[in-house]
């Protein structure tokens, strides 16, 4: 299995920031990688796919980078929206597919 | 629009079959896209279990592999996920999606809880 790892596991930040989360896959990807938001109750939303393309309707502050092991989400000037739990996920292999084990953005 | 709705019973007996119904409208299944089963413990992150495409053919998380059952009614348009063998530690939220071949979970359902108690 491909084992996907995100840090922080909870990040603490003011409206207004600018904040990254890191997502590192155990094993090349290439750019197979989707980043996820989900707020209490609610299913995941697609942010990002492909590393950095960002999905129709999704705010320009999100952007997405890296390839291969490494990659990040960043959220440039954070709304009161933006305040939940954020999942990459590696869509290469399906031998499962994967998911990483979530960071809170928490209000400061 | 996409949009996808679980269905089925919320509280399964230990040992006995957890079955759920995802009903998909804005999209025929035949048209294609692989059709998923994500689930997701309370507090916890997100476990795929496995996927069909409208053809039949399914592959599944191998933790789970010998426990579950996809399949798919195109005349009805939606597909249904059976996992034999419940203990607690199948209570989870259930989510229906959509996906393809490196296309990312890009619709999902509401989810449903699924409490596995005697």
């Known amino acids: 299995d491909i084992q996907m790892t995100q840090s922080p596991s909870t990040l603490s930040a003011s409206v207004g920031d600018r904040v990254t989360i890191t997502c590192r896959a155990s094993?090349?990807?290439?750019?197979?990688l989707a980043w996820y938001q989900q707020k209490p109750g609610r299913a995941p939303k697609l942010l990002i796919y492909?590393?950095?393309s960002l999905e129709s309707g999704v705010p320009s502050r999100f952007s997405g980078s890296g390839s291969g092991t490494e990659f990040t989400l960043t959220i440039s000037g954070l709304q009161p929206d933006d305040f939940a739990t954020y999942y990459c996920?590696?869509?290469?292999?399906?031998?499962?597919?994967?998911f990483g084990q979530g960071t809170k953005l928490e209000i400061k | 629009q996409v949009q996808l709705q679980e269905s089925g019973p919320g509280l399964v007996k230990p040992s006995e079959t957890l079955s759920l119904t995802c009903g998909v409208s804005?999209?025929?299944?035949?048209?294609?896209?692989?059709w998923g089963w994500i689930r997701q413990p309370p507090g916890k992150g997100l476990e795929w279990i496995g996927s069909?495409?409208?053809?039949?053919?399914?592959y599944s998380n191998s933790s789970l592999k010998s426990r579950v059952t996809i399949s798919v009614d195109t005349s009805k348009n939606q597909f249904s996920l059976k996992l034999s063998s419940v203990t607690a530690a199948d209570t989870a939220v259930y989510y229906c999606?959509?996906?393809?071949?490196?296309?990312?979970?890009?619709?999902w359902g509401q989810g449903t809880l699924v409490t596995v108690s005697s």
């Open positions: 999606a959509r996906h393809g071949p490196h296309v990312p979970f890009d619709y």
């Open positions: 492909k590393a950095s």
């Open positions: 804005g999209y025929s299944i035949s048209r294609g896209y692989y």
């Open positions: 069909i495409y409208h053809t039949g053919s399914t």
């Open positions: 996920q590696q869509y290469y292999s399906y031998s499962p597919y994967t």
């Open positions: 094993q090349s990807i290439s750019s197979w």
